[in-house]
């Protein structure tokens, strides 16, 4: 199936609601595998490795958000067949709703971080358990290296930004490197910030 085109580059999440739509990692893995491609639920639950029941809420949530949308509708052996897609190939978080200094936007911040490592970490973990059963099915051995790193360092601020343009770049490099004719997806995530502690003096535990 060759790679589609999405309606838009950005897709702005300006309210609550659609923000926890998103915050469910399953509905995060359908919205990156629509963004590749338009599919119908059958190929989705394919993809993921779960039947098509489980999906239909999930896909409906997504779609009444304007997360998705049909790109394409055909009658199959009596059946109407729907095909989704993304509407966006990216998305972004108005920064209204990320305010540090609410408890709202505390409580989104708190959505936000563990959606993205919930949806990570259940991606790596189907990814490893589906090339394990390939394997166990004849599939050809191509050995492959996961990269799990967390690193600290003390480093200039100067070289601090430095660091963070380049990881733009790289990010960007990423993306644009989307290929239609390569069958092979890779994930990648990346959390780049300033690690601040309490001072012994003025602590919350004081």
Known sequence: MGKKSVNSSLFVIDNLETLK???????????????????????????????????????????????????????????IEKRYQATAEAIDIDP???????????????????????????????????????????AAQQPRHVLVNRALSRIPEEQAEEFKHRLKELI??????????ADQAFALTIAYYPAFYYRDIGSPSS
């Not at 009444?64 to 509708?73: D, F, P, R, Y």
Request: charged residues 25%.
């Open 172 to 181: 960007q490099e990423f993306s644009a490197a989307d290929a239609e004719d």
């Open 21 to 79: 739509v998103i915050a469910d990692p399953l509905r995060w893995q359908i919205l990156e595998l629509l963004v590749l491609n338009a599919m119908t639920v059958k190929e989705l639950g394919e993809k993921l490795g779960l039947a098509p029941s489980k999906l239909y809420y999930h896909i409906s949530q997504l779609e009444e958000h304007g997360l998705v949308s049909i790109a394409e509708t055909r009658i199959v052996s009596g059946i």
């Open 96 to 138: 209204a709703l990320l305010s540090f200094s609410t408890d709202a936007g505390r409580d989104n911040i708190h959505t936000v971080l563990l959606a993205t490592i919930d949806a990570t970490r259940e991606d790596l973990l189907r990814s490893l358990q589906a090339r394990a059963f390939e394997l166990e099915q004849g």
